[in-house]
Every structure is written in structure tokens, then in C-alpha cells.
């Protein structure tokens, strides 16, 4: 538990910090992608640890490093086409991707006050939803799936890989910072060199958000572990909101934090 809490808090740092660069106007992202995924690979690069790295740990680790930044892509595309409130809530309902994985094809198991507390954080993510700011439903669906197989990769090399987290994990930043750096060469991007900085900021809790979570799949089930995690992140979420940045909550945000809050409760028993 000790882990997903961690893992909780590095993303929730993430968060706040895109935050703060959402203030200081709009530019494009990659740059700031680029810097993370260099500190991230280079730290992961330092802490490779010896052990059975196969064929199958290294395409799926590029896989899920193209997982990683196809997802960011969509996100802020479907920002644009459909609103922040509709790409959130379907960014956090993919969690139902890795849990039916989970029970479907690698056995495990839920109670029903855990099935309960699912259900509840699902009908939590919904409420930040607006359908009549939908403008184009493909948008959504596409978030939904590569936000979801992102999220499952970990539980699938949990149960298919070799073993050794540390080289899938170098390799997931690793793949992900070539091809950013291919995207921007593609596009010919121009940028202030200080936005691969602030990307140098980010790429050491987006490392340990990944780690941490692999880390706590070995003693908790992935079918409870990812809600977990989702409401956990949210709930600490709406708290920066609060205290941080001074958002004035609404009458469906009391609402939504009670079914969060009933949500953790259930998913603990």
C-alpha cells in the first residue's frame, strides 16, 4: 500500500506542476515531453538492475513508450475537441480496461464491497463529464482505449514479462523520449530551450509514478490497485484545487467527493 500511496503522490506532483506551466501561457508541450523522457530514460539507464530481459520485455517496453506518448497526444487533442471536464472523466473511467483484464485473463478475484467501490468511483469520473460539450465521440473513444492499454501494460509484463522491472521501465522512457525527439525533428518544431527544462523537472516523479505502481502490484491486486489509485489521485487532486490553486468548489463537486471518499472506503475492505 506503501507504493501506491507513493505513486499517488508522484502524480499528483505531475498535476500541479503542468499546472503551473498551463499559467505561464500556451506553447507546445513536446518540448517539455523531450526533457522528461531524458531525465526519466537517464535515470532509469542508472538504475538498471542485472536480471533475464527477453525479446517479449523489450518490443512491449516500446510499445508502452509509444503507449505513453500517443496518450498525452490524444489527451490534449481531445481537450480541444470535446473540453477538460469530458477527456478527464474519460481518462479516469479507462481504469475499466486493466480490471477486466485482470479478472478476464489472469484469474483474480473481487469482493463485493470492492466490486461496490469500483462502481462508485466509475459513477464519481462520469459526474465530471459534460455530454453537451461531446463534439466528436472517436476523439473520446481513442483516450479511452490508449489511456486504458496504457494503464494495463503494467499488470501485463507483471504477469508476461521476464521480471526485471528496471530495463521495462528504462525502456518505456527510453523509447518514449526517441520518439518525441522523432516528432519534434518530423515537425521541425522550434522552441526556448527552457521548456526541455522544465521537462527535466518532470521526468523524475513521472519515473517513480511508474515504479512506485509497479512496485505495488506485487502485494496489491491490480483490480483494486488502479481504482485505487484513480480515486486516490483525483480526491488529492480536487484538495490542491482547494488549497493551492483556489478553486471554488460546486454543488456536483460535494457530490463527487463523497462517492470518492465511499469509493476508497470500499475499495479498502
Known amino acids: 500500500m506503501l507504493y501506491l500511496g507513493l505513486s499517488v503522490l508522484c502524480s499528483v506532483l505531475i498535476a500541479n506542476f503542468l499546472m503551473v506551466l498551463g499559467k505561464k501561457g500556451s506553447f507546445s508541450m513536446l518540448p517539455v515531453f523531450l526533457g522528461n523522457y531524458f531525465v526519466a530514460g537517464i535515470f532509469s539507464a542508472l538504475s538498471l538492475q542485472p536480471g533475464n530481459a527477453g525479446s517479449f520485455d523489450i518490443l512491449f517496453g516500446l510499445l508502452t513508450g509509444a503507449f505513453f506518448l500517443i496518450n498525452f497526444w490524444i489527451f490534449q487533442k481531445c481537450i480541444v475537441v470535446n473540453g477538460l471536464s469530458l477527456s478527464v472523466g474519460a481518462m479516469r473511467i479507462a481504469m475499466i480496461l486493466p480490471i477486466l483484464i485482470s479478472l478476464v485473463f489472469f484469474g483474480e478475484n473481487l469482493g463485493r464491497w470492492n466490486i461496490m467501490g469500483i462502481a462508485l468511483g466509475i459513477t464519481a469520473f462520469s459526474l465530471k463529464a459534460d455530454p453537451r460539450s461531446l463534439r466528436n465521440f472517436l476523439w473520446i473513444i481513442a483516450l479511452f482505449l490508449i489511456s486504458g492499454m496504457s494503464d494495463a501494460s503494467m499488470k501485463i509484463f507483471k504477469e508476461l514479462g521476464g521480471g526485471n522491472e528496471s530495463f521495462f521501465v528504462f525502456m518505456i522512457f527510453g523509447s518514449a523520449f526517441c520518439y518525441t525527439l522523432a516528432s519534434i525533428l518530423w515537425g521541425r518544431l ?80
Open 190 to 269: 522550434r522552441f526556448p530551450p527552457q521548456l526541455v527544462l522544465y521537462g527535466f523537472a518532470l521526468g523524475i516523479p513521472n519515473r517513480y509514478s511508474t515504479v512506485f505502481f509497479l512496485k505495488g502490484l506485487d502485494s496489491i491486486p491490480a483490480a483494486i490497485a488502479y481504482p485505487l489509485v484513480a480515486v486516490s489521485i483525483v480526491l488529492f487532486s480536487i484538495a490542491s484545487d482547494i488549497f493551492l490553486w483556489k478553486h471554488r468548489p460546486a454543488a456536483k463537486d460535494y457530490l463527487l467527493w463523497c462517492l470518492l471518499i465511499l469509493s476508497l472506503i470500499l475499495l479498502n475492505l
